[in-house]
């Protein structure tokens, strides 16, 4: 199994940047795809974006393009989101989740996700 941990959360205006990391323990993170979601309150968990376990292919929400870029560094077993031109309605809990076999945009679809950290963007 492998257990994730998110940090890089905190508050910022509109039109400013955050990067989240993803660090990953137990396993290493290149046995999985790896994706982001958020949740905001009141709202189901949405997909924000995923990478392939190799880097090698890269999805995202149509919210967040050109926003927004998912990468990671396996030889860390961490994965980021860099996150520009926030806007308030990007504000959520951000989770990172990983699949072993599965790359989609449904949360049922990931076997491992952490305890999530707290994005919020004022107007």
């Known amino acids: 199994q492998v257990q994730l941990v998110e940090s890089g959360g905190g508050l910022v205006q509109a039109g400013g940047s955050l990067r989240l990391s993803c660090a990953a323990s137990?396993?290493?993170?290149?046995?999985?795809?790896a994706a982001w979601f958020r949740q905001a309150p009141g709202k189901e968990r949405e997909f924000v974006a995923v990478?392939?376990?190799?880097?090698?292919?890269?999805n995202y929400a149509d919210s967040v393009k050109g926003r927004f870029t998912i990468s990671r560094d396996n030889d860390k077993n961490t994965m980021y989101l860099q996150m520009d031109s926030l806007k308030p309605e990007d504000t959520a809990v951000y989770y990172c989740?990983?699949?072993?076999?599965?790359?989609?945009?449904?949360?049922?679809?990931?076997?491992?996700w952490g305890q999530g950290t707290q994005v919020t963007v004022s107007s």
């Open positions: 990478i392939t376990w190799s880097g090698g292919s890269r």
């Open positions: 989740e990983a699949a072993s076999h599965q790359y989609g945009r449904s949360p049922s679809q990931y076997d491992y």
């Open positions: 137990g396993r290493a993170l290149s046995s999985y795809n």
